[in-house]
């Protein structure tokens, strides 16, 4: 079975990196493209790349009510892998 879905909504969104005590007084800045797709259901589903760094979060579900947060808390979390 296919499912299609739509890209509803695109954001450039810059977070700031300050985990650790070398960003502390200086955050590094990663720039995120972050895209929010729905299906004929209305099920969310969200993808980021951070191109500057080859880093991406692929397709995965959306469950909370703000979508968007919810993606940028994905970023950040894979901002602290790396």
Known sequence: MT??????????AEID?????EYYSSPERWSWD???AADH????HGK?????????VP?????EADA???MMEKCEAQMRVF
């Open 3 to 12: 499912r299609d879905f739509k890209v509803k909504n695109y954001y450039l």
């Open 17 to 21: 990196r300050t985990e650790g005590p």
């Open 34 to 36: 972050i895209y929010i």
């Open 41 to 44: 259901n209305k099920e969310l």
């Open 48 to 56: 980021a790349l951070a191109p500057g760094k080859g880093i991406e």
């Open 59 to 63: 397709w995965t579900p959306l469950i």
């Open 68 to 70: 968007l947060q919810e």
